[in-house]
């Protein structure tokens, strides 16, 4: 396992017992002390991967990304002849391709709101703050450099419009995970249908 590959564990380690504990005993049921006894990890290490407890609980990481949507903004990791919609969906897949994902942990995460609401707020906003993260490397990579210009918002929120569909269907409780399709096929086909819908022409007699 390389080093990379073991602070991925980690933090997926952090993550999950934290969001255990949140649905034992709420939030306030466990301290961060308590949570690194039970990973085995010192409040330093913590601290060197979440900002608080409410950031652990949401898998929000401190600088998560960052090198990855860099090296996007620099015109690498993705093939440099997508257009720009399709690429960051490359770049969602590319990062599944590392993170990995699991549709039990996201059950986890359903039990976690519903036991402390309060958190919708805090992850709403990280939400819209990777979003704008996102846009800006849209900016970058597309040279879309006049801060009036909406087209790098506007591809990031339609990549959001994107997974938050293709993730109502790999999540949903019917889903057959051993026969449907891998999540990241979702958003391909998902993103051809949405170029499909807006491309289609009006019909004869409508406006």
Known sequence: MTTAERTRALRRSMVSEAR???????????????????????????????????????????????????????GTVVPTTLAPLPSVIALIIEQLHVAGIDRADEALVRHVFEREPALTARFLSATDTQIQKVADAVRQRFAWHDPDDPRARLVAEAAVGVIRVSAGTYFADDFDEASGPRFDELLDTNLRLMTEAITIPAQEGTS
Do not use: P, W
């Not at 949140?22 to 006894?37: A, H, M, N, P, R």
């Not at 010192?42 to 600088?63: M, Q, W, Y």
């Open 20 to 74: 255990r504990a949140v649905v034992d005993g709420g939030l306030q049921g466990f301290t961060i002390e308590q949570l690194c006894e039970r990973v085995g990890v010192s409040r330093r290490t913590f601290f060197n991967h979440f900002a608080s407890k409410e950031d652990v609980v949401l898998g929000i990481e401190l600088n998560a990304d960052t090198a990855l949507l860099a090296a996007y903004a620099e």
